[in-house]
Structures are given as C-alpha cells and as structure tokens.
C-alpha cells in the first residue's frame, strides 16, 4: 500500500510502481555464445552454437522436443559447463565469473522448477532475493517491497500465505515467473514459462516479460513451444534443429513453411497473424488435406 | 511489443490493490511465521531443560529441582554437588551433546539428499563410524583419548565416500540410494558384531554402546572431546545454513541463484559425516535419533523451511528423554542404554512415516 500511495499517478509505467531499489534501468549487458558444445556424461546435446543475444531485446528460442533448447540455456545460465567454446557474459568468461556475480545479472527459470516441500508462496519467491542479499544483510524493506511487485505483476498477490504444493500447475508455473522477477535480473533466461498457463495466463505472462523488455531494457530469453506466440512476441527468433542453430532472426524472416518442415518435420501453411501482422503457422498435418478435399466423406465415416 | 493497454487507468488501480494485497499477504504470511517459530522453538527450549533437571534429579539418591538448581547456580550443598556435578552432570551433558549432533546431523543428510528416510542411522555412517571406533579399540588396542574418535571419523567418511562413489555417481536416487546404504550399515553392523565376538568382549555394556549407543560411559574428559568437536562443527552448519535452503529448490534454480551446487553440497554432506561420526564415537549409533528429529521439527514449523536448531532441539529432548526413560522408568536390573529407547520410539515413527506417504515423494 505504501509502495503506491506516495508515488505519483499520473505515470503509468511498470517502472513507476516498482520500489526504489529495483528502479534502475537496467543496463544492457551482452550475452555470446562462442562455438558453445554441451554434453551430458559424454553424450554432446549442442554442437557448436554460436549466438549473440540481442541485448534489451526479447529472443525467443524455438524447436522439436529433444533439440536442445533447455540444455543451451542451461550452458547460457552456467549452470552447464561448455565442453568446447565458451559463453561471454559483458565480455568476461562466464565460467570465471563469481557465481553470485553472474546471478545479479543473469536468472534462469528452469523448465522444472523444484519447490522445498511445505514451502509458501511469499518464502519461495523470496529466494529469489538471495543474489541481492550480502553474507551478512539479511531481509530488508526493498526485499519485501520486490517480492509485492513480483506477486502483484503475476497475479500471484493472493497466494502469498499458501503452500506451493497446493497450487494449481498455471498458479505454480506464475509464482515461478513471479521468483525471476523478485530476482530481477537484467538477463532473463526463461524455459517456457507459459506451460500448464491457460491462453488468457499465457499472454499476460508473454505480455509482462515484454513490458518489462520495454519499460526497463531487460533482456529476455525464453524457450517457447507456441510458434505463434513466439512469432509475435520474438524481436529476436532462434530456431534449433538436433543442437544446432537451424535459423535466426526476425520472425517475419525466419519462420517460413520452409523451416518449419526442416526444423519440426511438420507441414505447415506461413500466413499473416490478422492481429500482429506477424507470422502465424497453420498447421497442415495428416489430416489437414482431408479436411479441407474431402470434408464430406469425413462427415459421413464419423 | 506488448499489446495496447486498453483502459491504462483501470488497469493501474487493479495493479495497486493487487501490491496492496500482495504486501498485505507476505506480512501476515512472515508475521504467522515468526510466531509459529517464536512458540515451537521456546516448547522445546523448555520441554528440553525441564527433561535435562529432571534427568538430575532422579537415581539412587533423590534431589528436589530446587536442590538442583542450586547447585547448578554454584551454591556448594554438599554431597548434593558431588552427585550432580560428578555423577549425573556428564552423563546429561553428553546425551544433549549426542542430540544436537544427531539431530543436526539428520537434518543435513535429509536435506541434501531430499529424502526423510537417508539420515545417517540409516544410510550407514553412524555404523561405519562405530566400527571404525570398534576396529580401534578392540583390533588395534587403541586407548588413548583421540585414536577412538578419529577412527570413528575414519569409518564414517568411508562409507559416506563409498555410497558416493557407488551409489551417487551411479546415479541412485530416493529409495535406491537408501537402501544401498541400508546394505552398507548391515554390513557394518555384522563387523561389529564379528569383532565383539571374536575378542570375547564380557561386558555386555560395551557391545551394547557399540551396537546400539549408550550414554553410560560419560566422564568429563569424553564430554570435553565431544564439546569441542560439537562446538567447531555448529557454527560451521551455520555458514552453510543459507546455501542448502537454496539447495533445496534444485540445482538449477540453485545455481542460477548464485550458488555453486557441487561445492554446498560437499560441504553439507561432510559436515553431516563430521557430526555424526563424532556423535557416534561418544556415544555409539544411537539409533533414530537422526531420523526423527527433524521430520519431527519441520512438521511443528511447518514452513518449509530447514529447521536446523529445532532439529537440534528435538535431538536433544529425544536422547535426554530416553536416556530419563531408560534409567529410571523402566525396571531393569542392567542399565538399559538410550538407544534401546529411542529405537523403540523410532520404529513406530517409521511405520508412521510409511503409512503417512510423506517418505513417497522422495
Ligand atoms: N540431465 C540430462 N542428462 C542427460 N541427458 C539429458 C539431460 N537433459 C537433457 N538430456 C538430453 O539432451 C537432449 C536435449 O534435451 P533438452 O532438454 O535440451 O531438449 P529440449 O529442446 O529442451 O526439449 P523439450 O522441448 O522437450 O523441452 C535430449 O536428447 C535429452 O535426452
Ligand atoms: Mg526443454
């Protein structure tokens, strides 16, 4: 309440109504993946990926189950080490970097989230502070001011006291969304953030992330599996094939019956999205010839 | 990029009343928490010094409380100094010793492993550090202060290294791991028994600290070693307290938090290994003790949170409490050790913790 009540209100940015603390702009910090190979054990998932993010920009990274798009995130995160080439942070080698460093610029929300068993809404969304809190400084009035942000920007304000088990999987997937931005990174490194998410939750989530890249230049990140959402969302769209960059670009450029053949092995007419302009994937498949040729004789064998 | 606000002010006052919600829920939400701490934490703070007066109080030779509190605030009674101060005052402070050990020791191991069931008594340390104390004394000879301890350490850090190299790098989680460590005690367990045999150990007392802990060895010099040991350990848990609460949301989340997974988790597991090695090498594998504790505390706080010293506290009203019960309310010739009791409380609480479901989701 008293977040709001002395700032003026005339103003009606995210910006505005974020505490003191978290007001800056964030600055843009470069994020370059260098001929980047990841593996687990010894199996390489990624070859060879070269990748500058466009800083203050919103990249959406697409592709098949399996591609490797959660794993180049996680070498992105630096949660996983690069077996060959190297992924530079502002400049600097990510993997030299004091991991508290990289986490007050860089977050990443994994694609499975683990929540402490009885955990509350308010606590975990609270860990997301910890980047902010030295050794010794714990819990502070910016810290709780962030978390109310956090909470009220996804929807999540009336959680605050349950349980994480006891939510529902859209409700859990918001109160993620909600921890990444407590953390407030200036990179945000997303792995779809809208699954479990009802259409309405979706796009207020996409819509979030993208106001934030707008209003504060936060840099944003994420893996999508909506090729639409993600064509209309993406400044910057990266689409992975069997982990390698099959193409990048605009979305206007890059997402064509073409790729989307080569990348998912699905038929597909490209046309304009009637909102956005941008491009919208109708997909074709097995059925979708007959459906449209022999509409009839499907009617009658139902 | 993002789509045009439609009604900008509308949409503004409902994301003020929703932060207004918001804060109002996390105050609440912090403020319920606090007290919920506040009282479970002062329960068992009074729950524990009530059993520790009461342990002083009852033997041979009966004390009244006030008696006992006279003479613990330094005023000379006597006979009464002698018997609380020489007799029963090492015995009690190594069971609350022994306690936070377990206790603390439990909690870490479960923590990090993500399983109510992987607590030292279980996965086999507390055994391999009775058999490494056991091979001193008794394969070796050893009789001086620190060789007994030390080999302890010895024997718990290996069968923690093993299950590591194993069993963990194998890629074991949940029940597997449990019961590979399960196997690992047995085996343990059956050396011990080999040896004790083998040396024709007459007194049943000492199989019985070795097989299953006892407090009944306690003289100042053991409780010395174990108050130093204890003492260095704690604050350490402490420094690693933040970490493995962000442990627990994963090693992802945890990483990108800022953490370095790998690094708090050795350092956890080596201290739960420490704690519990030096536990045992005082007072044998006091069996469930480390199990129960902090199960038990973090069902009283209920927040999710580690509950580290409410372990240590309900560590401590377990050992002291059995070793009250043991003594003194059960009829018994030969002096019945603490870890007869607490394994008859434990066993319960593991059928309990079976039929509950809560173990399934490890
Ligand atoms: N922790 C892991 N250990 C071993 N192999 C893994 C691990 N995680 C992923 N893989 C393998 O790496 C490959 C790429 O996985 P990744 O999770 O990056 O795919 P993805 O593109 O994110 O797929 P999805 O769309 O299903 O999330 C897969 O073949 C998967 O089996
Ligand atoms: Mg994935």
């Known amino acids: 309440m008293s977040l709001v009540a002395e700032r003026p209100t005339d103003l009606r940015t995210i910006t505005d109504r974020l505490p003191a603390e978290a007001l800056q702009h964030h600055e843009p910090v470069s994020l370059v993946a260098r001929g980047v190979h990841l593996a687990y054990d010894q199996r390489t998932v990624v070859h060879g990926v070269d990748l500058a993010v466009p800083a203050g920009a919103v990249t959406v990274i697409v592709g098949a189950n399996g591609c490797g798009k959660s794993t180049l995130l996680r070498g992105l995160g630096r949660i996983l080490k690069p077996t060959a080439g190297s992924v530079e942070l502002g400049g600097q080698d990510l993997q030299r970097m004091r991991p508290r460093d990289v986490a007050s610029v860089l977050g990443l929300l994994p694609q499975q989230p683990v929540a402490p068993e009885g955990i509350t809404v308010a606590d975990l969304v609270g860990r997301g502070r910890h980047p902010h809190q030295g050794a010794f400084r714990r819990w502070s009035a910016a810290d709780a001011d962030a978390v109310a942000v956090a909470l009220a920007l996804t929807d999540t304000h009336e959680l605050a006291g349950r349980r994480v088990e006891e939510l529902s999987g859209g409700q859990r997937q918001r109160v993620w969304v909600a921890m990444m931005l407590a953390q407030d990174p200036s990179i945000m490194l997303l792995d779809e953030p809208t699954t479990y998410l009802d259409i309405a939750h979706q796009v207020d989530v996409l819509d979030l992330l993208a106001e934030l890249n707008e209003e504060r230049g936060t840099t944003v990140v994420m893996v999508l599996h909506e090729l639409n959402l993600a064509a209309r969302y993406a400044d910057h769209l990266v689409v992975m094939c069997e982990g390698r960059v099959l193409r990048e670009g605009a979305p206007g450029e890059v997402l064509d019956a073409d790729c989307v053949q080569e990348a998912f092995g699905l038929t597909a007419r490209v046309v304009p999205d009637p909102v956005t302009g941008s491009p919208l994937v109708v997909p074709v498949g097995r059925r979708g010839a007959r459906v449209v040729d022999v509409a009839d004789d499907e009617a009658a064998s139902m | ?362």
Not at chain 2, 160 to 171: E, H, I
Not at chain 2, 233 to 262: T, W
Not at chain 2, 266 to 294: D, I, Q, Y
Not at chain 2, 308 to 316: D, E, H, I, P, R
């Open chain 2, 1 to 362: 990029m993002s789509a045009p606000t439609l009604a900008p002010e509308a949409d503004r006052a409902a994301r003020e009343a929703r932060q207004a919600v918001a804060g109002e829920g996390l105050r609440t939400t912090r403020r319920r928490r606090h007290r919920r701490r506040l009282l479970v934490t002062v329960v068992l703070v009074v729950l524990a010094a009530a059993l520790c007066v009461t342990a002083l109080m009852l033997g041979d030779f009966r004390l009244s409380a006030g008696e006992v509190l006279r003479t613990l605030a330094g005023a000379d009674q006597g006979a009464a100094r002698f018997i609380v101060v020489e007799l029963r005052l090492p015995r009690l402070v190594l069971g609350v010793l022994v306690g936070v050990a377990f206790g603390l020791a439990g909690a870490l191991f479960q923590s990090v492993l993500r399983n109510p069931l992987a607590s030292p008594d279980v996965i086999g340390i507390s055994q391999g550090a009775s058999t490494g104390a056991v091979v001193a004394l008794l394969a070796v000879g050893a009789t001086s202060g620190y060789v007994v301890p030390l080999s302890a350490l010895a024997g718990g850090a290996l069968v923690g290294l093993l299950l590591y190299a194993v069993a963990w790098r194998g890629g074991m989680t949940g029940h597997r791991f449990v019961l590979a460590g399960i196997g690992v005690a047995y085996v343990c367990t059956s050396v011990i028994g080999y040896l004790l045999t083998r040396n024709d150990v007459k007194e049943a007392q000492v199989a019985l600290l070795w097989m299953t802990g006892s407090l009944g060895q306690a003289d100042w010099a053991l409780v010395r070693t174990l108050a130093v040991a204890v003492a260095v350990l704690v604050p350490l848990v402490a420094c690693v307290a933040r970490g493995l609460s962000l442990l627990m949301l994963g090693d992802e989340q945890a990483g990108s938090l800022g953490l370095r997974p790998e690094v708090t988790r050795a350092c956890v597991v080596a201290l739960g290994v420490a704690l519990a090695c030096v536990a045992t090498a005082a007072a044998g594998p006091v069996a469930f003790v480390a199990l129960t504790a902090a199960p038990v505390a973090r069902r009283l706080l209920g927040d999710g949170t580690l509950a580290l010293v409410q372990s240590a506290l309900v560590g401590v009203v377990l050992v002291v409490g059995a070793d009250v019960v043991a003594q003194h309310l059960l009829p018994a010739d030969l002096a019945v050790p603490v870890g007869v009791v607490t394994g008859a409380v434990g066993g319960p609480y593991l059928i309990w913790l079976m039929a509950s479901g809560r173990a399934r989701t490890a």
